[in-house]
């Protein structure tokens, strides 16, 4: 393991440099996991879920992929969303996007990758879907857009899941959002699609896809 030599070391001065500012902190840890918060983010290395919102461990569930897909036939991502929603009780679910995904540029370029091209598929489909409003911009703006629609149109993926309109039947608090990072300025941005119950679900996502304009 010589070539994990410096993350070992990395980590135990981290764990060293957490202990000295609270003493108590793994044992607290490890007596229980109860985030508020489920995080669907894309894979990207530059957007740590914990990091970005300035949260310690513990405080976020976390499931990522390759460019924030929410996909009804993908068990990883549902497993996950019921493990959250029914045994953690989280009461906000986020996907979050972000601005410069490479995911979302291989879908624009008709880029080949391999394997990833049809995990991408579901990218171009929300392409395809909004493709008059993607050919009114310029290209340099097309990138921007098509990362926010992705992310709205996950956000009613995931509140089309029998795993959350189940909890919403039954009044579990519980809220969907959906963000985008901007790595440039490592800005989180509302794009304002919160659904907190089946009913808001068409009129929230029509506000949003409104309000991104053109």
């Given amino acids: ?23 108590e902190f793994f ?10 918060y489920l995080w669907i983010g ?23 992929n390759v460019a924030n897909v929410v996909v009804h036939s993908d068990m990883n991502c549902l497993s996950v969303l019921q493990f959250a929603v029914d045994v953690l009780r989280v009461r906000h679910i986020i996907v979050c996007g972000h601005y410069g995904c ?32 993607l050919s009114a911009l310029a290209k340099t703006g097309q990138h921007d857009r098509l990362c926010e629609l992705n992310v709205i149109e996950q956000v ?7 795993i959350v309109r189940d909890a919403w039947e039954r009044n579990q608090p519980l809220s969907v959002h959906g963000c985008i990072y901007g790595i440039q300025d490592g800005i989180l941005h509302d ?14 996502y029509e506000t949003a896809i409104a ?4």
């Fill in 1 to 23: 393991m010589d070539e994990l030599a410096g993350l070992f070391e990395q980590n135990r001065a981290w764990a060293s440099g957490v202990r000295a500012q609270d003493p």
């Fill in 27 to 36: 044992n607290k840890l490890a007596k229980q996991q109860a985030p508020a």
């Fill in 42 to 64: 894309c894979s990207d290395s530059r957007v740590p879920a914990n990091t970005v919102v300035g949260l310690l461990p513990g405080d976020v569930f976390v499931h990522r």
């Fill in 102 to 133: 490479s995911g979302v540029q291989a879908v624009l370029n008709r880029d080949r990758l391999g394997l990833a091209d049809n995990w991408l598929r579901y990218v171009r489909d929300v392409e395809d879907k909004h493709a008059a409003r």
């Fill in 156 to 162: 009613a993926h995931v509140c089309e899941t029998s």
């Fill in 191 to 204: 794009l304002n699609t919160t659904v907190r119950n089946g009913g808001e679900t068409i009129a929230r």
């Fill in 211 to 214: 309000a991104l304009g053109a």
